[in-house]
């Protein structure tokens, strides 16, 4: 596609809930990252795969927190029994670099609620 | 422990008023010092990297510089489009550079 594309841009769970987003990348990107964004906070870094490996997920939160990219393409963040910090925006960004993130090509964010 | 701090956290200005925005770094072993935007509901939009001190970018209104602890944005005679927020971000070399280190912003309006 013309851009990285993520679904559902907007969710609203239950607290104890369970809940999948996707991130699709850009076709041939081989980097990929999920971010948090807090509101009126800047993102921060969860986790960063090449490619199907998951090489760095120093930022994920809890063992709740788990991502996913088994074919190296469309990646997706699960979060079990969500809780009610667990609100904001998660952000994927692709880049076409293996070494570094150089220009990061960023969705528009999946939203997250927890009631 | 990486750091990036943004200053102001807001910034009103009148269509035409230039002004700057800071952006202080604390990493060991800087790879890159990036620049983006945001507009409200949207991801982030790639502005510029930086890699070394005395670095100078510029992109229409925009100017980006880089010294050893910290970066500024220009914005020469702002127009109501360059209203946005903007995020300064830090990688580091090493292991860990694959990944950004995010001030939390400067929201700029410039009003008409």
């Known amino acids: 596609g013309a851009g990285v594309s993520q679904s559902p841009r907007y969710k609203v769970a239950k607290r104890g809930q369970d809940v999948a987003l996707r991130c699709d990348p850009i076709?041939?990107?081989?980097?990929l990252f999920w971010y948090q964004q807090a509101l009126g906070q800047g993102p921060e870094f969860l986790t960063y795969?090449?490619?199907?490996?998951?090489?760095?997920k120093s930022g994920l939160p809890s063992d709740r927190f788990f991502a996913e990219r088994p074919e190296g393409s469309v990646s997706t963040l699960k979060i079990q029994r969500t809780q009610q910090e667990d609100s904001a925006v998660y952000l994927c960004a692709s880049s076409v670099r293996r070494a570094g993130p150089g220009e990061l090509f960023f969705g528009e964010g999946s939203r997250l609620t927890v009631l | 422990e990486d750091q990036v701090t943004q200053s102001p956290e807001a910034l009103r200005l009148q269509e035409g008023e230039s002004s700057s925005l800071n952006c202080s770094y604390t990493?060991?072993?800087?790879?890159?010092l990036f620049w983006y935007r945001q507009d409200p509901g949207k991801g982030p939009e790639f502005l510029f990297t930086?890699?070394?001190a005395g670095e100078e970018k510029e992109k229409e209104r925009l100017k980006a510089t880089l010294t050893k602890k910290e970066s500024f944005l220009h914005i020469t005679a702002p127009k109501p489009e360059d209203s946005a927020t903007y995020l300064c971000a830090a990688t580091r070399q090493g292991a860990a550079g694959n990944k950004l280190t995010f001030g939390g912003g400067t929201r700029v309006l410039v009003k008409p």
């Open positions: 990493v060991s072993g800087l790879r890159g």
């Open positions: 795969f090449q490619n199907e490996a998951q090489l760095d």
């Open positions: 930086l890699y070394s």
């Open positions: 076709s041939g990107h081989v980097s």
